[in-house]
Every structure is written in C-alpha cells, then in structure tokens.
C-alpha cells in the first residue's frame, strides 16, 4: 500500500513539473513573440517618422513594367523626380493582376496625381482618356508611344526618322555584302538575288512612329544605289497581346516557305523572340536581326553574330526628359512640346566601345 502511494506521489510531481515546463516554455514564446512584434512596430513607427513628404507626385503607365526597357525609363524618371523633391509611381508594379494602360489611366486618373506619363498610341480611346485626365487638371505626357490627336502637353520619345535611316545603313551593308558572295559564285548581274527584309509591326497599335520608320528605311535604301530588283519589304503583324503570342507569331514567320533575309525588330521583346527563334530553327547566320534596344542579352547575341545589329536607347534619357516636362510646365506654365532621347547604333564595328563606355558610367 505504501508503494501505491509514492508511485501516485511520483506521477504528480511529475505532471506538476510537466506543467511548469509547459508553463515556462509558453510564457517564453510569448515573450519572444512580443518582442519580435514590438521590434517590427517600433521599426515601422521610425519608418513612417522618418519618411520623406514629397511634393509632387507622379504616375508612369507602360505597357511592360517588367521589360528591361521600362525598368530603365523609370529608373531615370525616379531619379530625376528624387532631384526635385517628387515622387514617380509606376503604376501596376505592385498590383494583383496585370491592367491594360487604359484600365492604368483610369485608375490613375481616379487617383489624382500631380501629373500622367504614359506609353500612349493613337487609338481613339487612349485620345479620350488623355483629354479626361487633361480636364480634371492632370497634365499628360506621352512616354515612347504618342496620342496626336489629344490634348497631351508633351511627347517624350525617339527619332522614328533617324531610326529609319539606321536600319536603312545596315541593310545596305547586308546587300553589299550579299553582292560581293553572289559575285564570287556568278559572273552576271542578273544572278543576284532578292534580299527579302520583312518588318515586324505590332498589330493592335495605331503608331505612327512606325510608319515613319518603315518610309526612312527604303529612303535610305533607294540613296544607297540599290534597285528594286536587289531588295522587298513586307510587313508582318506581330500579336503583342503578351509574350506568349509575340513568341508565336514570330514562330510562325519562321514556318512559313519564304523565311526572310532580314528581320526588322521594332521593340526589345521581339527583338529577344526573334533571336531565340533563329537559334531554334538553327537560321544563324542566314537571317540578319536588326534589333531594338541595349539590353545585355541583346548586346551578347550581338557579340555572337547572332544578331546584326541594334539600335540602343538612353532609356533612362527618356524618363528623365519626361519628369523634366511636367516640372516645367507646373513651374512655369510652359515646356516644350517635343523632347527627343539619344539613339546609337551598335553592331560589330563598336560593340567592344559601347561595352566599354558602359563599365565606365
């Protein structure tokens, strides 16, 4: 009997101290928890304390926050905005799900901004929100894409001329060259063939920057001596709904029976789809790329021979231009109507030189 009781005497020392135990690790957890809590709140008190009160502030509108491009064109409009005491929002980073830039301008206008960059394009839609947000008091810029027709106060982009006579230099060195192989292997003239040089225009978009670089490129081609006869442009529409589709259409130039000689790229997402496509359809060497933008990857085929070549923009340019107008125009009442970003060609004659100008910034 006396064993009975020190063993029921044991076990409830042992549940006792169990339950100290219990007792000390959950006030412990708590304890640390707190603490842990406190720290972040304590923390996001000196954050808000310390946080700056700007005085303007701006939304950017894009058609691709992700793109190396954009990222860049808003880094310079930040930095810029920073300088001057405001703020650029671009709109849609930080969103759930992706927005058109309609749907972008109108919850941009809702908002209320001190100002509205926006990659635009001529449709009548992007005309009228551009006038809406232009009547509630919300000065617009057009960023790359431009809207003609509405009330916008600047555009902000590129020489859609001079791009045009850029490509047009290339593809006469590519029929030159095209001439003197053809030279080697034939002795008359009416052997050579036809360089085949197809466009890639976006299908949804009015832009008339487009077409002015399409009519300086066969200029600069025609004043190069070259006839008729030696080259054809033709248009393809690319699907740039997303870059699944852009992906496909391209695919789907490179299915076709008349694989062109020459393509042109007219933007940084379908410059990296055509490159990747020739790579596939192993077309390298046989399709010359002439692409659009700087970007590393782009620049890498370049040095490759993967691509022949591109034209690279001060993107950053772009977006510093593009606060500079609207801190104008809310200073002094005026800005100027146009401002246009640095362009350069690079191909294999300077690659080595843009690399090294751009490890020295």
Known sequence: ?????????????????????????????????????????????VAQAESRVYDRYYVMITDNYKSDFWKSVYKGALDTAREEN??????????????SVEELMEIA?????????????????????????VNAGIPVVTLYGDCTKSDRLSFVGVGSY???????????????????????????????????ITVLVNADTK???????????????????????????SLAAIDNTNSFSVEESIRDIFLGDNVPDVIVCLDELSTACTYQAVVDFNKVG???????????????????????????????QLGEYSVTALSDFLEFGTTSEYYLADITLINQDNVDEFRKEEGDE
């Open 162 to 196: 001079s791009i045009g006579k850029m490509y047009g230099s290339q593809i006469i060195d590519i029929i030159k060259e095209k001439r003197r192989e053809e030279l080697l292997e034939s002795e008359t003239i009416e052997d050579r063939s036809q360089v085949k």
């Open 1 to 45: 009997m006396k064993t009975q009781n020190e063993d029921s005497y044991k076990k409830r020392i042992g549940r006792q101290y169990l339950l100290l135990i219990l007792t000390l690790l959950f006030v412990l957890i708590t304890l640390t928890a707190g603490a842990v809590f406190f720290r972040l709140y304590r923390s996001d008190l």
């Open 207 to 233: 832009d008339a920057g487009q077409n002015i670089i399409i009519s300086s490129l066969q200029d600069a081609i025609y004043q190069g001596n070259v006839t008729d006869a030696e080259f054809a442009v």
């Open 86 to 99: 405001a703020f650029v929002d671009l709109l849609g980073e930080h969103f759930s799900k992706d927005y």
């Open 286 to 316: 046989e399709v010359n790329i002439l692409g659009y933008y700087g970007s590393e990857s782009i620049i890498n085929a370049i040095e490759r021979g993967g691509i022949y070549a591109t034209i690279s923009i001060d993107a950053e």
């Open 109 to 133: 206008i809702a908002s209320k901004p001190d100002g509205i960059m926006v990659y635009a394009n001529e449709t009548l839609e992007m005309s009228a929100l551009i006038n809406k947000a």
